[in-house]
């Protein structure tokens, strides 16, 4: 029979494999969806790509990165945040 020591030994050995395991998980399905999102704003075009979990957050996300780019300030950026993307695509 197993001593105490053998027995919390495999009891950490499995919790942390399950661990490992439900962070891979987690970490591919945060990046299912990307999106390639284009944005015009003050006579400027750029375009950027992001991953996400959902189709919405990639799309923002992406839409975020080139906002920052092209926008001058806080005030610009939520301008530019608040129009609709040129383009976007999916990318596979």
Known sequence: ???KST???WIV???ALVLVGVLAYSTFQQTQQRF???MTF???SHCSTAAGSTSDQAIRSAQEID???LAN???????CLADEPASVRAIK
């Open 13 to 15: 050995a499995l919790g």
């Open 36 to 38: 390639e999102v284009c």
């Open 73 to 79: 300030g806080r005030d610009e950026n939520m301008v």
């Open 1 to 3: 029979m197993a001593s």
């Open 42 to 44: 003050k006579g400027g």
């Open 67 to 69: 906002c920052e780019l």
């Open 7 to 9: 027995q919390v030994r």
